[in-house]
C-alpha cells in the first residue's frame, strides 16, 4: 500500500521565488517524509533546510540514543552545506553572516509496516470481532524540532497533532539544527518524538509554522481546516487560498509549505 | 499605536543617530582606560552599522530593511559618513555595505561552542570618524532629525516608526533639546510615533542608570530633562530586553545616563533589535 503524496509552497509576500527558505522531501516508496523550515534571520537558510529534510530520506539517522543519533548525523550536513558556500567570493557582510550559521526546523515522519497493533494483540482481536477497530496497517515515528508541524486525521477526527498542541505555543525562537557543530547539542536533547498507528483511510498533514498555526486557530474554535486543505489538489489552488488567508488577516506572511499524505481506504478494511 | 508593523523591504524602517561632537568629547570616557569619549562614540556607531549590516545580510546581499542616517553636532549640525558616503543624509542600509570609508582589522575573543576563548583577526568597516570640536547645538541637531523625517514618514505610512538615538555628553548650548524633540516626536506613520532614545556618556565612574521609569533617582536637572524628551520602550523592545535579563519596568524609556562603553554598546543594540524584522 502506497499513499498519494501532494506538496505545496509558496513564499513570503514581498519575497521572490528564489528565496523560499522551506524544504519538503519524501521517499519513492512512500514511507520517509520530511519538512524543514530555513531561519529567514539566517543566510543560506534555504541550502541548510534542503540538505537537512533530503538527508533524512536518503539517510536516516542510525538507531542510537536520540541525542546522540542526530548530533553524529548532523556532522557530514554541516560540511556539506559549508562546502557549497562561495566563500572566497563573498563581500566581508555575506562572509560574517555565513560564519554564524544558518538555522532550520525538521519535522522528520517514517512509516514502517505493522506486526502487532498498538492495542496488544488480545485486546484488538476482541474490538475486531465487535466490529469497532480496523486492523493497523502501519506504524509510524515522527520526530521534531523546531514548529513545523504533523496533523494525523482519522475518521474526520483529528488525532494527533504534533510537536505542538496550541496556536499560542508558536514563539519567534523555537529549537534550530544549525550548521555549526557544537551547538546542536542542547537542541538534540530537546528533540520531540511521538509514535503512532496508520490505518487506510487515514490523513497526514505536514506544514510549516505559519500554516499549522493557522490550523491550530481555526481547530480551536471548532472547526476542521484539513476539510479545506485535503480539497487542494493544484499549485494554483493553494497559492489563491494563502493570499486570501493572508488578506484576511488568518495566516502570518512567511514561507508557507503544506504536505498532504493519504492513505488509500482499503476494501472490507472494517469488517 | 502598536509598533508592531513588520520591517521589510517593501515596508522598510530608518534609524538617526545624532552624535555630539562638541570640544569636551575629547576627554576619556568612564571605564574605557583613558580613551576619549569622542572614540568611544565612532567605535560603537562603526560596530552598530556592522551589526545592522551583518544582521540584514542574506545569501551574497544585504537587504534594505533600514535606512540609515548619522547626523553630527559640534563646530556644524551635518552628515556625519566619511569615506564615499559623506554628504549623504539617509542611505539605504546596501549603500551603507558597499561603501565604507575603510576596512580595519581588529582582534576579538570569540565563544567556542565548547566554552573556550579563542581571539582572531576580524573586518572592522568604519563609516564614522571621531571629531571633537564647538559647542553642543543639540537643539539644532533634533531639527535637522525632524526636517529628515517629516518627508520619509509621509511616505511610509505603513513602517514601523523611525527610531532616532542621540548620544551626548552634556547639556544643550542652544535652546534644545525640549521643544524640538517634542516636535519630532509628533511625527508618525500608521504604526506609532517616532521613538527618541537619549545616551549620556560620562567622564566621571558612578554607576549609569539605563531605561528608568522614572525621573527621581537621576543626579541632576540635565538627566531629568533627557528623562523628560526620551520615549517609553514600546512593549516589544521592552519584552526582548527582559528575555535577556534587563530589568525593566512598563514604563522604562529609552534613555541612559552615565553611560560606559559597555552600557553604551548594549543601549545602541537594544534600540536596534526588531522582533518584525523580516
Redesign the interface.
Known amino acids: 500500500m502506497e499513499p498519494d503524496v501532494l506538496t505545496f509552497g509558496v513564499s ?1 509576500l ?1 519575497n521572490s521565488a528564489e ?1 523560499y527558505e522551506d524544504a519538503v522531501s519524501s521517499s519513492s516508496e512512500g514511507r520517509r517524509f520530511a519538512i524543514a523550515d530555513g531561519a ?2 539566517t ?2 537558510a534555504d541550502r541548510w533546510s534542503q540538505i537537512v529534510s533530503l538527508e533524512f530520506i536518503m539517510n536516516p539517522p542510525s538507531d542510537e540514543p536520540l541525542d546522540k543519533r542526530w548530533t553524529k548525523w548532523l556532522l557530514p550536513l554541516q560540511e556539506a552545506w559549508s562546502s557549497g558556500i ?1 566563500w572566497d ?6 562572509a ?2 555565513a560564519r ?1 550559521g544558518a538555522c532550520t526546523t525538521l519535522l522528520a515522519l517514517e512509516f514502517t509496516p505493522s506486526s502487532t497493533t498498538n492495542d496488544g494483540p488480545g485486546r484488538t482481536l476482541w474490538r475486531r470481532m465487535l466490529g469497532v477497530a480496523k486492523p493497523a496497517a502501519m506504524n509510524w515515528r515522527a520526530e521534531a524540532v523546531g514548529d513545523s508541524c504533523l496533523f494525523h486525521v482519522r475518521d474526520d477526527r483529528l488525532i494527533r497533532s504534533f510537536p505542538l498542541e496550541r496556536p499560542t505555543q508558536f514563539t ?1 525562537s523555537p529549537a534550530l539544527f544549525t550548521t ?4 546542536n ?1 542542547l537542541v538534540c536533547k530537546h528533540i520531540k518524538t511521538l509514535k503512532g498507528d496508520c490505518q487506510p483511510g487515514d490523513l497526514f498533514l505536514l506544514m510549516t509554522d505559519a500554516l499549522a498555526k493557522w490550523f491550530l486557530q481555526r481547530h480551536v474554535v471548532g472547526e476542521k481546516p484539513w476539510q479545506t486543505l485535503r480539497e487542494v489538489n493544484d499549485e494554483m489552488m493553494f497559492n489563491l487560498f494563502v493570499i486570501q488567508q493572508r488578506d484576511e488577516g488568518r495566516i502570518d ?2 514561507d508557507t509549505t503544506l504536505m498532504i499524505i493519504r492513505w488509500p481506504e482499503q476494501e472490507g478494511a472494517n469488517s | 499605536m502598536p509598533y508592531n508593523a ?1 520591517i ?4 522598510p524602517s530608518c534609524f538617526v543617530f545624532l552624535i555630539d561632537q562638541s570640544g569636551s568629547m575629547v576627554n576619556a570616557i568612564a571605564g574605557s582606560d583613558g580613551k576619549r569619549k569622542c572614540d568611544s562614540v565612532a567605535d560603537a556607531i562603526n560596530r552598530l552599522l ?1 551589526n545592522l ?3 540584514c ?6 537587504r534594505n530593511f533600514y535606512e540609515v542616517a548619522v547626523i553630527g553636532y559640534g563646530e556644524t549640525v551635518s552628515p556625519a559618513f566619511s569615506g564615499p558616503l559623506a554628504g549623504r543624509r539617509l542611505v539605504p542600509l546596501s549603500d551603507i ?2 561603501s565604507p570609508a575603510r ?1 580595519e582589522e581588529r582582534r576579538r575573543v570569540v565563544e ?3 566554552g573556550n576563548r579563542t581571539e582572531h583577526l ?2 572592522f ?1 568604519i563609516w564614522f570618524e571621531p571629531s571633537a570640536k564647538g559647542l553642543t547645538p543639540m537643539g539644532e541637531a533634533l531639527d535637522g532629525a525632524r526636517t529628515l523625517l517629516e518627508p520619509w514618514v509621509s511616505e511610509h505610512r505603513s513602517s514601523y516608526p523611525p527610531i532616532v538615538i542621540n548620544i551626548s555628553d552634556g547639556a544643550a548650548t542652544d535652546t534644545g533639546p525640549e521643544p524640538q524633540a517634542g516636535s519630532l516626536r509628533q511625527l508618525a506613520t500608521d504604526d506609532g510615533e517616532v521613538l527618541l532614545f537619549n545616551c549620556h556618556i560620562s567622564e566621571n565612574g558612578s554607576e549609569p542608570v539605563a531605561f528608568p521609569a522614572e525621573k527621581k533617582e537621576l543626579p541632576d536637572e540635565f538627566a531629568r530633562t533627557l528623562f523628560d524628551v526620551s520615549s517609553p520602550l514600546p512593549e516589544n523592545l521592552a519584552e526582548q530586553a527582559r528575555a535577556e535579563g534587563l530589568n525593566l519596568e512598563p514604563e522604562s524609556r529609552g534613555f541612559a545616563f552615565n553611560a560606559d562603553l559597555t552600557e553604551l554598546i548594549r543601549f545602541l543594540d537594544l534600540g536596534t533589535r526588531s ?1 518584525q ?2
Not at chain 2, 8 to 11: G, I, Q, T, V, Y
Request: hydrophobic fraction near 30%; glycine fraction near 10%; aromatic fraction near 6%.
Open positions: 513570503k514581498g528565496e529567514t534571520q543566510s543560506f562561495p567570493t563573498l563581500p566581508w557582510f555575506a560574517e553572516k554564524a519567534h555549526n557543530p557544537g551547538q547539542a506572511n512567511d | 513588520e521589510s523591504r517593501a515596508n556592522q549590516v551583518v544582521k545580510a542574506r545569501g551574497e546581499g544585504v555595505a558597499e576596512i567556542n561552542g565548547d576580524v573586518k568597516p522582533s524584522l523580516k
